[in-house]
């Protein structure tokens, strides 16, 4: 790990260390207008889950808004960048798997060779980074998780979900297909990464909305690549 100002990184990143080196203010908050757009549409601020939970930016923020939050992250150098970015709250719990539609074990997980954001179970879904460039599938870094369903918390949690957050590079159609039950029985804001480049991404946000109408979401606005759900 490596600190840079306030935040710990993977020695390997360099996308969010240029992000954080461009920030004069001392107070480098990633995707900050994206978290107040989408937990505007929240009316109460109970449970938080944070779905691709990186190595803490949107849950940092999350602590300070809701009572309590559950991340979900597989990749070993982030959760351990999660823990100590997260040191200084007490509200927080770490489910160290992946989520997606159906349960595996030592499931492949693929990795950019430089930006700790961009990890994912679908190769195509990080084969397109954030640098705007395509890497052969060869040059991805590859490891193992085991993967759960969104749906196997509905008894663990001790309270209503109330927000939910997905980021998961392309793979945000399969964790809400193995979490319908769970949004189902409750009224939570779901902020799912839906980006719109291309004819292509915009046939898969189609596709997504459609999931989520059929448990009676429906969209209610977009702020770049996160786009709001609520009942």
Excluded at 29 to 34: A, R
Excluded at 62 to 91: D, T
Excluded at 160 to 176: T, W
Aim: hydrophobic share 30%; proline share 2%; net charge neutral.
């Amino acid at each position: 790990m490596k600190l840079e100002k306030n935040w710990w990184l993977p020695d390997w990143d360099t996308h969010y260390k240029d992000h954080i080196k461009q920030d004069h203010n001392g107070d480098f908050q990633y995707q900050k207008e994206q978290r107040d757009f989408s937990t505007s549409y929240c009316k109460k601020l109970g449970l938080a889950l944070d779905i691709g939970g990186n190595i803490g930016f949107w849950s940092k923020d999350l602590s300070k808004k809701f009572e309590k939050v559950v991340a979900f992250e597989p990749h070993p150098e982030n959760i351990e960048c999660y823990k100590r970015n997260m040191e200084s709250f007490n509200n927080w719990t770490l489910e160290e798997i992946a989520l997606s539609n159906k349960h595996k074990k030592n499931a492949i997980l693929f990795q950019s060779p430089d930006e700790s954001g961009n990890v994912s179970l679908l190769a195509h879904g990080v084969q397109y980074g954030n640098s705007q460039r395509t890497l052969k599938e060869s040059a991805l870094k590859k490891l193992t998780t085991d993967v759960r369903m969104l749906d196997d918390y509905i008894d663990k949690f001790d309270q209503n979900v109330d927000f939910i957050k997905v980021d998961c590079q392309e793979h945000e159609k399969e964790i809400v297909l193995g979490g319908l039950e769970l949004m189902s029985k409750n009224n939570a804001v779901v902020v799912l990464e839906l980006p719109l480049r291309n004819d292509k991404e915009k046939e898969y946000a189609k596709d997504v909305e459609s999931i989520m109408a059929s448990i009676k979401y429906f969209r209610r606005g977009n702020y770049r690549k996160e786009t709001v759900f609520t009942k």
